[in-house]
């Protein structure tokens, strides 16, 4: 093993001097183990993702990057904690290491290959847990995409002065940090603008973008006759209790639609034993109890989400998602795995900005390739794009199935819809005008984007506005 080390110079603390009494010492020693779990996936993610893409990130524009900004109380533990990446002979990486606890082994998160990315192991796992084998290349081979044209120098400089905008930091939000646009226009081409040590091949992590990717791929099950969006997501251990168990209601498209009414224990569920703790979807998502009827409420959960892709495990174990990939020619993508193997299809997935243009296109295109081949049912964008269940009570985004709508916005076209991330991404679906808007960012907390405003003037800055 190549071992590279970068050490914060204090030594690590087992609690903080402040916690009182035993409950907030366990709350602080629990939260130093999430931000060291965060840190060793989001530096696994960037470098060794962008590695295999032949491009390169430092942990330096990690740290500048996707460690900077993030959540209470993770942001004030992250920065100090010591870290090592160790890699193998072949200079690829195999795992990142971050110390939180002189007492307790270093957070690990082990990169299994480009197919499946990096995957955070439970906290108190031993760094002799992940495996040194050489990962296999990539696979299936990406089919043949045609390379959008470059879109005419005059519509070029028009939605580049809206991009310079969102890239300086002047409009759009205050505090908002913009790392690439890509617009694509069916008639005239696509322009990408980026940031300094950002570029087509730069990967960022999706966050819940993902959601509209695993909607993506429920489409893909439910055209292979697999799986009907009206099915109950009918799992062992809830069915076992026959009528007994309310969750039996739960169907496909309650978890789409973010209406299982189950509950969760944050606004937004937050997820962090999942993402950054080290425990596992089946441990995290299914056992959340019921408190409202199935279908009656909106609560944006990550949960849901987690919930849908269980109930195509089966097709997903014979069509993962990177053959997804392969098909659109997102060949910069990966979905990442918990460490038993189960896709977190609610946030982990690594993408570039040109791939998720090409996502976005296959919504304009109704669910087909440029190849003419299928891969999402016929009327699948009108279904993630309709309204159909409960909305949000607040904002002014309503909700379809794995995707939001800006069918309540002033000024954009009202069959326009999203696929919306953490930190500002967002990837703009506008069918009327055949357009799509992909803006990447690391937003710190408590800054925001408009994505609508954003819209606006981009799609003015189009011909044909």
Known sequence: MIRTALAAATLLLAVPAAAQNQQEALDARYDRALAAGYKALMLCGAIANAEANGAVRTPESVMQWELTGIQAPLDGIIADLPFEIVRRPSGQIAHVAVRWAEDMPARLAAYYGPQTGCSVLPIGAPEDSTSPAQPAPRSPAAQAVAQPKTMPSKARQAVGAVADKALAATDYGKGARTTAVVVFDQALGTAEFYAPGFDAKTPQRTFSVAKSIAASLVGGAVLSGEVSTDDPIALQYWTAGGPTDPRNAITLDHALRMATGRYSDTPGNRTDPLYYGGS??????????????????????????????????????????????????????????????????????????????????????????????????????????????????????????????????????????????????????????????????????????????????????????
């Open 280 to 465: 596992t979807i089946n441990e995290t998502v299914t056992q959340w109890p019921l408190i409202y009827k199935p279908g009656t409420v909106f609560r944006y959960a990550n949960n849901d989400t987690l919930l849908a892709l269980k109930a195509i495990k089966n097709w997903l174990d014979f069509y993962p998602p990177h053959e997804f990939f392969a098909k659109l020619g997102m060949t910069n993508t990966v979905a990442e795995t918990d460490w038993k193997g189960d896709y977190v299809l609610s946030s982990q997935v690594w993408s570039t900005a040109p791939d998720l243009a090409r996502f976005g296109q296959l919504y304009l295109n109704d669910g087909v390739l440029p190849s003419g081949e299928r891969v999402l049912p016929e009327g699948w964008v009108k279904y993630v794009s309709s309204p159909s269940g409960p909305q949000p009570a607040t904002g002014t985004f309503g909700y379809g199935a794995g995707f939001w709508l800006l069918n309540r916005e002033e000024g954009v076209p009202p069959d326009t819809f999203a696929a919306n991330g953490n930190r500002g991404q967002y990837v703009v679906i506008v069918p009327s005008r055949k357009v799509v808007i992909v803006r990447r960012g690391e937003d710190p907390a408590g800054s925001g984007f408009d994505i609508a405003a954003f819209t606006r003037d981009v799609l003015k800055a189009l011909p044909g506005d």
